[in-house]
Nanobody, 125 residues
Framework: RVQPVESGGGSVQTGGSLTLSCAAS????????MAWYRQPPGKGPEESEA??????????RYDDSVKGRFTISQDNAKNTVYLQMNNLKPEDTAKYFC????WGGGVCYPAAGYWGQGTHVTVSS
């Protein structure tokens, strides 16, 4: 595993859309997964929220706050995971990270030490 690289952040108005990309090292095990997290302004890394997970075979999980608005997907040929964010709200403003992990019980548990640098998303009202 290597540290992933996130991109695609920006500033949009309420109701707008953005697609984030996460370039990673690719899956090597059927238990591998990727997850998106976000760190709201003024909060420390330990307060990051899990946003969406995807397993190597395409199972997904979403936080209730983004269900119906965000879609996580992946292109295994490109070793890239995406987060399509629609109908953005000011409370979605955060620094978004992706991280590889291990899938278990329908959840992607992040592997220590492989967090990316993040990409900023700002949603104005």
């Amino acid at each position: 595993r290597v540290q992933p690289v996130e991109s695609g952040g920006g500033s949009v108005q309420t109701g707008g859309s953005l697609t984030l990309s996460c370039a990673a090292s690719g899956y090597t095990s059927s238990s591998d997964c990727m997850a998106w997290y976000r760190q709201p302004p003024g909060k420390g890394p330990e307060e990051s929220e899990a946003v969406a997970d995807i397993s190597s075979d395409g199972l997904t999980r979403y936080d209730d706050s983004v269900k119906g608005r965000f879609t996580i997907s992946q292109d295994n040929a490109k070793n890239t995971v995406y987060l399509q964010m629609n109908n953005l709200k000011p409370e979605d403003t955060a620094k978004y990270f992706c991280a590889p992990g291990d899938w278990g019980g329908g959840v992607c548990y992040p592997a220590a030490g492989y967090w990316g640098q993040g990409t900023h998303v700002t949603v104005s009202s």
